[in-house]
C-alpha cells in the first residue's frame, strides 16, 4: 500500500520558520500532484498549497508570500517551507497526493495522518 510520512511540525514563536516534510512511499508508478492541507480546531480542512508534476504551483492567499511549497521527484518528497508564522497558521498539517500505482492504472488520492503546528504569540 501507499503511505504518506509527514514530519516536521512543531511549536514555533510567531515570527519563526517550520519546514514540513511528505515522503510518498510504497507501490508508485507516478505522482500526479502533491499538496498540503490544513485543518484548525472548530474549521474546516483547507488547501494550503498544491504543486503538479509539471511545477505549477497554487496557494490560498492567507499564505502567499509567506510559504513556499516545493518537491523533490526522484525521492517523491514534497516539502512546505513555512516563514513568518503566526498564530492563525496553527493547525493540524496533511500531506496529500495523486497518484498511480502501476501503469495505465487510475488515479488515487492518498492522506497522510498530519502532523501538528502550533504557533504562539
Known amino acids: 500500500q501507499v503511505q504518506l510520512a509527514e514530519s516536521g511540525g512543531g511549536l514555533v514563536q510567531a515570527g519563526g520558520s517550520l519546514r514540513l516534510s511528505c515522503a510518498a512511499s510504497?507501490?508508485?508508478?507516478?505522482?500526479?500532484?502533491m499538496g498540503w492541507y490544513r485543518q484548525a480546531p472548530g474549521k474546516q480542512r483547507e488547501l494550503v498549497a498544491t504543486?503538479?508534476?509539471?511545477?505549477?504551483?497554487n496557494y490560498v492567499v492567507s499564505v502567499k508570500g509567506r510559504f513556499t511549497i516545493t518537491r523533490d521527484n526522484a525521492k517523491n518528497t514534497v516539502y512546505l517551507q513555512m516563514n513568518s508564522l503566526k498564530p492563525e497558521d496553527t493547525a493540524v498539517y496533511y500531506c496529500?497526493?495523486?497518484?498511480?500505482?502501476?501503469?495505465?492504472?487510475?488515479?488515487?488520492?492518498?492522506w497522510g495522518r498530519g502532523t501538528q503546528v502550533t504557533v504562539s504569540s
Open positions: 504543486t503538479s508534476s509539471d511545477g505549477n504551483t
Open positions: 510504497g507501490s508508485i508508478f507516478s505522482i500526479n500532484a
Open positions: 496529500k497526493a495523486l497518484l498511480r500505482t502501476v501503469v495505465g492504472g487510475p488515479t488515487y488520492q492518498f
